[in-house]
C-alpha cells in the first residue's frame, strides 16, 4: 500500500512537472514573438521620426515624395500601436494564466527543497513579466499623443505640402520628437526585460 502510495505521489509529481514544461514551453514562445514584435515597433517608431524630420529639413524641391513616404509610415505606426494594445490584452489575458498554472504547479510540489527553487524560478520570470507589461502599457498611454501629433500633421499638410505648410507645423513637429521619446523609452525597457525573460526560459537557464 505504502509503495503504491509512493508511486502515485511520484507519478503526480511527474505530470505536474510535465505540465509545468508544457507551460513554459508555450510563455518561451509567446515572449520571444512579443520580442520580435517590439522590437519591429521600435524600429518602425524610428521610420517614422526619421521621414517626419527628413519632409520638414528639405528646403526646397517637390515635398510630395517625402510626405508620401510620410503618410505610409504613419500608418504603419498606427498598426504597430494596435498590436501594442493586443499584445497588452494578451499578457492581462493568457499570459497571467500561464503564472497561475506555473504557481499551482510550484504549489503542488511536496518536496521543500525542490518547491523553494522552482517558486525562485517562477519569481525571477514573473518579476520580468511585470516589468514587460507595465513597459507595454506606459508604451500604449504614450502612443496616443504621439499618434495625435502624427495625424495633426498628416492633415495639416494634406492640402498644403509646400514649404510655408511645413513651416506652420513646426511647434507640432517638436511635440511629436518629445512624444516618440517616450514611446520609444517605454518600448526599449520592454525589450530589455523580455530579453531576460527568453533567458531564464531558455532550456540552457541555470
Known sequence: MKKQICYMMGLA???????????????AASIKEAHVETARTATQLDYTLDSL???TKQKEGDLRPAYSNYCTQVSNTEEAAGWTKTR???????GRKYFKDWQDTVTSIANPSLRKKAQKRLDTVQDSFDKVEASL????????????????IKAAL???????????????????????????????SALKEMEKMEKALSPDAE
Open 13 to 27: 509529481t511527474l505530470l505536474a512537472t510535465a505540465t509545468q514544461a508544457a507551460g513554459q514551453e508555450q510563455l
Open 137 to 152: 502599457k506606459q508604451a500604449g498611454e504614450k502612443f496616443k499623443p504621439f499618434l495625435s501629433d502624427l495625424s495633426d
Open 158 to 188: 494634406s492640402t498644403d505640402v509646400t514649404a510655408g505648410g511645413v513651416k506652420a507645423i513646426k511647434s507640432t513637429v517638436s511635440s511629436a520628437n518629445w512624444n516618440y521619446k517616450a514611446v520609444d523609452r517605454s518600448i526599449k
Open 88 to 94: 497588452i490584452l494578451w499578457m492581462a489575458g493568457d
Open 53 to 55: 524630420n527628413a519632409l
